[in-house]
C-alpha cells in the first residue's frame, strides 16, 4: 500500500488549503484514516482522523478550523484547512490503518507566512 498526499504549499495567514490522500497498490479496507503533522524541532502530532464509520476527531488546536474527510470506495482522504495560522507550519503526513498494518505518505509541506 502506498498513501500518496498531494495539495501543499505556501499560503498567507488566513488562507486556506486543501490537503489530499490517496491510496494505491492493494485493495485494502482501512479502520482509519487521517493527518499528523511534524513542524521544525517538535515531535510529530495528531491533527485530525476519521474513522470508517465517519467518527472525527481533532487536534484542539485545529478544532473549527481544520475538517478531516474521506471517500470511503476510493480510500482518500482529505484536509480542508481554513484560517491558517503561522503555527500551523509544517510537514503533513497522511496516515491510514487496517486492523494490522499502518501505513503513511511521504509528506507534504505547508507554509503559513505573509
Known amino acids: 500500500v502506498q498513501l500518496v498526499e498531494s495539495g501543499g504549499g505556501l499560503v498567507q495567514p488566513g488562507g486556506s488549503l486543501r490537503l489530499s490522500c490517496a491510496s494505491s497498490?492493494?485493495?485494502?479496507?482501512?479502520?482509519?484514516m487521517g493527518w499528523y503533522r511534524q513542524a521544525p524541532g517538535k515531535e510529530r502530532e495528531l491533527v485530525a482522523t476519521?474513522?470508517?464509520?465517519?467518527?472525527?476527531n481533532y487536534a484542539d488546536s485545529v478544532k473549527g478550523r481544520f475538517t478531516v474527510s474521506r471517500d470511503g470506495a476510493e480510500n482518500t482522504v482529505y484536509l480542508q484547512m481554513n484560517s491558517l495560522k503561522p503555527e500551523d507550519t509544517a510537514i503533513y503526513y497522511c496516515?491510514?490503518?487496517?486492523?494490522?498494518?499502518?501505513?503513511w505518505g511521504q509528506g507534504t509541506q505547508v507554509t503559513v507566512s505573509s
Open positions: 496516515n491510514a490503518a487496517t486492523y494490522f498494518d499502518d501505513y
Open positions: 497498490g492493494s485493495r485494502v479496507t482501512f479502520r482509519i
Open positions: 476519521i474513522a470508517s464509520g465517519i467518527s472525527t
